[in-house]
């Protein structure tokens, strides 16, 4: 059985906050991280993968809303995608056209496809001091169990993936694939295999952390207690941060949203606010509009 297997860790320098339902989603952008490209990169990220990473992230969390409706969700799509991708390199026939009709890539070769993704890893290499950004991946095989020499050349090649031959009958194996993890998230998220199963012969792993400093800081003596009105209509009293200042914002059938920059403005976290469920397919809609707007 192959595994592939995601984590995102993502910290933010702030005071006590509650964060419901966040989705961190950098669309038709002109700051380095999208489009563009990063100071000092000469790469140009396919317009094509930009498109097709948007649509895919709005798919995979409407599938989460519909099966997690009553809990705080926070997804990476970039890391699901990044594992998916890694995994289509191995996929053939109709297996191939199913998942690449699920990362919406359908059209573009797979040196296309694998090219663009090694310019997205290379253009979110921050270049702002006051982010850290690390994206790093892995795949762990099973002793014994041989791996396609062209599969291993584009996941190393393309993706920096690190490839490991290890003893799952051993019973540490979960902890040195744990520690690997542990380590490239900066100690953030310490565990993600439990066990391995003896039908288990590969682990294909995507770990993003990321880290900002925002730019324009919220003070600690404006953090005060205010209601926090949950799904249901429960009503739950907790720290509440504030501040003013003039911010990129936008209000939509149903939704508000504002962009708050970190360090250099370069990145930022877009925070949405739905007044209901058709708010999401109305923000959804909105923001698809725009990617196709965009150059």
Known sequence: MLHFLSKSSVKARS??????????????????????RAKGSTNQVDNRLTAATSR???????????????????????????????TYNGAGGTTREAMARALEIEGMSLEDVNRAFADLKSTLTPTDPKIQIKIANSLWARNGFVLNPAFIKRNKQH????????????????DTINAWVNRNTEGKIQKIVDQIKPDDVLFLINAIYFKGQWQFEFKKENTKPDVFRLAGGERKEVPMMSRSGSYFY??????????LPYGTGTVSMYVSYLTSRPAWTSLSKTLHLRIGTCG
């Open 15 to 36: 005071t006590k906050a509650l964060v419901a339902s966040v989705i961190a989603l950098i669309v038709c952008s002109n700051l380095a991280l999208t489009r563009g």
């Open 56 to 86: 895919f992230s709005f798919k995979l969390y409407d599938q989460i809303l519909k099966q997690r409706t009553d809990n705080n969700t926070f997804v990476s799509p970039a890391s699901v995608m990044l594992a998916l991708a890694m």
């Open 159 to 174: 993706y920096g993936a690190e490839i490991t031959s290890l003893d799952f009958s051993d019973p540490a194996a979960p």
């Open 250 to 259: 936008y209000k939509g059938k149903g939704f508000q949203a504002v962009a």
